[in-house]
């Protein structure tokens, strides 16, 4: 299992930080970055999706969305039962762990890809169904509390965010134009991985300044913040194997249970809970999480699912 090339690049920001180097990247390539991540999947998913329209893709679709659901009701009770948090920081800590991270999937899609392993090509639609169940779980959790909720604003940062925006946007974009979108494939295919290994130096030095931040609950929130991870590689297996998904359908389904999200949930629950404390959230996900997934993780779901899958 050894290093991806990319995942070297997250390594060396992350040591930049902790030495405290001159290294940074302006916010707006960051931004551009970003932007031609989402595009791009969702663009590639979106080619995909038009070949691939068929009943069986949803019932596929009906299974991924009860995932969502499901993934903040298993983190919420072990945040309560053993991390002893309120139930509103648990709540937060819970959406932000049944929803995903883009960056995750295409760290495992180029995973995959540099070994040669073959995945169901529409995978993007499935990244974009897993972003607003666990946000709406994470609200009704809170709102139990009596925690008052802004339902307009909820829906405009579920549906209206950037990476939710340019996710479908891309994917629709890939449906509609079809071959004809592979004229613009040669730079958003091409340059996907070059542009990722920016990204994953940029991400290695917020993950370093994550780490700094950890604060009273720094031994749970590692422990949850690895635990959590396999639990959801664990039933995102099981998910994929009932589903029929190959062995790199697996691994992305996998990959998808154990990543947090620490860009989309936060912008909607701080426009929704506005009283609510989303460091500790953004923290565990993005300075526990994504780190061990990049480093450790994506290895081990594919070592496993490639040992015993199929």
Do not use: C
């Not at 897993?130 to 994470?138: D, F, K, M, T």
């Not at 009273?216 to 297996?237: C, Q």
């Not at 998910?239 to 620490?262: H, K």
């Amino acid at each position: 299992m050894g290093l991806d090339i990319v995942v070297a690049f997250f390594v060396l920001g992350a040591a930049a930080q902790f030495v405290r180097a001159e290294l940074s990247l302006p916010k707006s390539l960051y931004q551009s970055l970003v932007i031609f991540l989402l595009l791009a999947i969702g663009l590639k998913g979106g080619i995909a999706l038009s070949k691939h329209v068929n009943p069986a893709l949803l019932i596929e679709a009906g299974a991924i969305l009860a995932f969502g659901f499901v993934l903040p009701l298993i983190a919420f009770p072990l945040l309560r039962s053993f991390g002893h948090l309120p139930r509103l920081d648990a709540a937060t800590i819970a959406a932000h762990y049944g929803s995903v991270s883009v960056a995750t999937y295409a760290v495992a899609v180029a995973f995959l890809e540099s070994r040669g392993l073959e995945y169901e090509p529409y995978f993007p639609l499935f990244v974009a169904l897993l972003e607003a169940p666990a946000i709406a779980v994470g609200l009704w959790l809170a709102s139990r509390k009596g925690e008052s909720t802004d339902g307009k604003a909820i829906l405009r940062e579920m549906m209206l965010n950037q990476g939710m925006v340019l996710l479908l946007g891309g994917l629709l974009i890939g449906w509609w134009g079809g071959d004809r979108a592979e004229r613009i494939m040669p730079f958003f295919g091409e340059l996907f991985h070059g542009v990722l290994a920016l990204f994953l130096l940029a991400m290695g030095q917020k993950a370093a300044e994550r780490w700094r931040e950890l604060g009273n609950n720094a031994s749970f929130l590692a422990s949850f913040g690895v635990a959590m991870p396999l639990i959801g590689a664990l039933l995102g297996t099981g998910l994929g194997y009932l589903l029929g998904f190959s062995q790199g359908g697996t691994i992305l389904i996998a990959t998808l249970g154990a990543s947090a999200s620490y860009i989309a949930v936060p912008a909607a629950l701080s426009a929704a809970l506005p009283k609510a404390d989303l460091g500790p959230a953004i923290t565990a996900s993005l300075g526990i999480t994504f780190p061990f997934n990049v480093l450790v993780g994506i290895p081990l779901y594919s070592a496993l699912i490639t040992r015993f899958i199929h």
